[in-house]
């Protein structure tokens, strides 16, 4: 009986279809990165160094959580590199090292570590560190301000706080191509329409995000800002184009609202989820009182999308 | 082993192996030195057993352990009793492991040929519990579930295995002489066979109605055949003879056929064996045969860690040592190689929601596995539709954080049994 081959024994199935959370996770990061270079075309070395600040901000508190916590360390799974990324991606270039520390911080051990970790969070934690940093100094995210000290060959205001100071005239010197090529004042990652929507997809088709939540986020802001256009007031509101493309909308729309743990799995309540972020962006950027609705506006629907994900199909054999 | 697809939007698709327009004949495995066979009883010490070491043994003899019990195994060779030791199937179920020495001169019992021209429910009992593809015995039994319904697989339910199409292909004859003979001892009305679009013609000749079955796991699966294509849904929680309805194998039917037929009980398993490289390979092994048999007769080899599966890659059971038999049921035998077994992992769940497009009962997995890791079985399957699962595995084959997410439904599923069982005894 001894020296017996031992063989590995464990329950069915005995096959896995190879995914993995890290592979998730840097597949988001490639995805993402390209969106990032014409920020740094446009900011120079404040942009590098606030994404590489983040990204190793965010991976050394989680790594000092799971020290404290006594668990794994799970800064391998690449999650809190992502939301470094993510994070710096959001933020002005100009953004000072405290505030992008306290990002991360809120972010990693507020926004995820202290729900349990990856998967237990309500809500997505790079927009919880956002809307904290925002709300507690309101004069980081003025990108007007805060960009003041360079000299750019495009628009030199924020498309979103002209449009809300100045109305529909004041953008009218926006050209579409500009916004897609990220010739806009925006976060560090936020600009580059077609870099975004590229990664976006190339997500979409592998699979690693829901197009579902995408789609119907996009689609939302479209009818949206449409109905507004028409039925709002004349001259007062801009057309869904612009709301598309300027803002966060795009980087909600592929990285943000379809952050895992704080969204929606089945196939109606994510076009309910998608949706409720897109027509609520638009009410807080035409309505309400912020220059962008994007971050409250995919916030609010992380809080209703436990409710909302309990519409689903009937079970095989439930019996009601 | 096959992996998600480049394009991760598409469901998963894995295709059950179909078998050629005229496959070879099965490769026979030589007999070994001796044989190992399963009671489902246990040993007990203060009980006198009817059988000890050293007893000869005839084949095709009945072995009954002890007085007074319907439980007995059939020798599927002549020889003598070597040893009889307790043994432990998949959750800690008790069972006797019968080795029997076999002997040079191969010795029938005529019991069985004596009263197989006339088949009886008391004589099918008596004798067929232990055919190749283990027809369920319960079904000779008078029991107050009126079976209605047989449904025969002619479509292997796990991946690469082959053996049930296997037999529809080539043994409808057999197949037609068992529907007939239970039709006469069991009272049972209809037959459903279900086979893969390629067999439907084979599959008529054998008397039942035939239905066709998808091509993508886990369309064969029996409770997915029930609701899809009988439309006969079985409430969650209910079982297959609640609704009039006993999922047999091919390979049960045509060996009820043989034994009536031929009046001898059939003591060879047809299996399809899976080598390391997902080659299947169809061979014909006597009831009771060591893997390691098989084994030495393909020129396979299992190495240290690596995993020997009793059945296919999704629904198989992986076993300690080569020196496990084959079964009554083992339809199918595979070696994984080391280098390819996926590790599951302690990750919890991240709510990615492949699980639930995988699910093709509409589970709510997400959920449902956020109460099993926590121990809450009972919330589990009040409101998360636990007992709609139909095992198929799908979801942990999909699981991104690779947990191991089959396993806590089936673990859920014998704790709450458990607790039910012990409930009713204290009442």
């Not at chain 2, 025969?152 to 057999?174: E, H, N, R, S, Y």
């Not at chain 2, 084959?397 to 396993?407: E, F, R």
Request: aromatic share 8%.
């Amino acid at each position: 009986m001894f020296n017996q081959k031992k063989f590995i024994v464990s329950h069915a199935p005995f096959w896995h279809d190879g995914s993995a959370l890290s592979k998730k996770h840097y597949h988001i990061i490639l995805a993402a990165l390209p969106a990032v270079i014409p920020g740094i075309y446009t900011y120079g070395g404040r942009a590098v160094a606030v994404v590489a600040f983040s990204m190793a901000t965010a991976i050394l508190w989680e790594l000092i959580i799971n020290v404290i916590g006594k668990r794994q360390v799970s800064i391998g799974d690449g999650n809190a590199a992502l939301i470094g990324l993510l994070l710096a991606m959001l933020l002005p270039a100009t953004t000072p090292w405290w505030a992008v520390l306290t990002g991360t911080f809120v972010a990693v051990v507020i926004g995820k570590q202290i729900f349990g970790g990856l998967g237990g969070n309500p809500f997505n934690p790079v927009l919880l560190s956002i809307a904290i940093l925002s709300v507690s100094w309101r004069g980081l995210f003025d990108f007007d301000e805060a960009l003041l000290t360079y000299d750019f060959d495009f628009a030199m205001a924020y498309p979103l706080a002209a449009l809300k100071h100045l109305g529909p005239d004041g953008v009218a010197s926006f050209s579409v191509l500009d916004l897609l090529l990220g010739r806009q004042v925006g976060g560090i990652g936020s600009t580059c329409g077609i870099l975004l929507i590229a990664g976006g997809l190339y997500l979409v088709v592998r699979g690693f995000i829901r197009w579902e939540i995408s789609v119907s986020f996009l689609a939302g802001i479209f009818a949206t800002a449409l109905l507004f256009k028409f039925f709002g007031s004349p001259g007062q509101y801009e057309g869904p184009l612009f709301h598309l493309l300027t803002g966060y909308t795009l980087i909600g729309a592929f990285y943000l609202a379809t952050e895992d743990s704080s969204s929606p799995v089945n196939f109606i309540p994510m076009l309910i989820y998608g949706a409720g972020c897109g027509v609520m962006t638009i009410f807080i950027r035409n309505v309400g009182d912020y220059v962008d609705g994007v971050v409250f506006a995919i916030l609010l629907m992380n809080l209703v999308n436990p409710i909302i994900d309990k519409i689903r199909p009937k079970a095989l054999g439930k019996v009601v | 082993m096959i992996k998600k697809s480049f394009f991760g939007t598409l469901k998963p698709r894995l295709e059950y192996a179909i078998i050629d327009v005229s496959p070879p004949d099965p490769q026979e495995i030589p007999a070994s030195t001796s044989v190992q066979l399963f009671a489902g009883v246990a040993l007990e010490q203060e009980k006198r057993h009817l059988l000890k070491a050293g007893d000869p043994v005839k084949a095709g003899q009945k072995l009954t352990l002890f007085e007074n019990k319907d439980d007995y195994v059939t020798a599927p060779v002549s020889g003598t009793i070597a040893e009889m030791a307790p043994f432990y199937g998949d959750f800690g179920s008790k069972m006797t492991s019968i080795t029997i020495d076999i002997s040079e001169n191969h010795e029938i019992d005529a019991h069985f040929k004596k009263i197989a021209p006339s088949p009886t429910r008391e004589n099918a009992k008596e004798y067929l519990c232990c055919l190749p593809g283990r027809f369920p015995v319960s079904l000779f039994s008078d029991s107050e579930q009126k079976i209605t319904t047989l449904l025969i697989m002619g479509m292997d339910t796990d991946l690469l295995t082959l053996t049930q199409q296997f037999i529809v292909k080539t043994k409808t004859p057999a197949i037609k002489s068992g529907i007939l003979a239970l039709k006469e001892t069991t009272g049972i009305e209809k037959f459903v066979i279900a086979v893969p679009e390629t067999l439907s013609q084979d599959a008529v000749s054998t008397g039942a109605i035939v239905k066709p079955v998808g091509s993508i796991y886990p369309a064969a699966s029996p409770h997915l055949i029930l609701n899809d294509i009988l439309g006969k849904e079985i409430p969650a929680g209910q079982s297959f003879e609640d609704m009039g309805v006993a999922v047999v194998s091919a390979e049960a039917v045509a060996s009820i056929g043989t034994a009536y037929d031929s009046g001898q009980i059939p003591a060879k398993k047809i299996l399809t064996v899976i080598d390391k490289s997902g080659q299947a390979k169809m061979v014909s092994a006597v009831i009771g045969t060591p893997l390691k048999d098989i084994f030495t007769a393909l020129n396979m080899t299992a190495n240290h860690e690596d995993r020997i599966i009793a059945g296919g890659p999704m629904k198989g059971a992986s076993v300690y040592t080569e020196d496990h038999p084959v079964c009554e049921n083992t339809d199918a035998v595979m070696v994984q190689d080391r280098s390819v077994i996926p590790l599951i992992s302690d990750n919890a769940c991240i709510n990615c929601g492949e699980c639930v497009r995988a699910c093709p009962a509409n589970v709510p997995v997400n959920m449902l596995i956020r109460f099993l890791e926590a121990g809450q079985f009972m919330e589990g399957a009040d409101s998360y539709d636990l007992y709609s699962c139909i095992e198929c595995g799908l979801c942990s084959y999909v699981c991104t954080a690779k947990m191991p997410i089959l396993q806590y439904i089936r673990l859920a599923k014998y704790e709450l049994a458990r607790i039910q069982k012990a409930e009713a005894e204290n009442v």
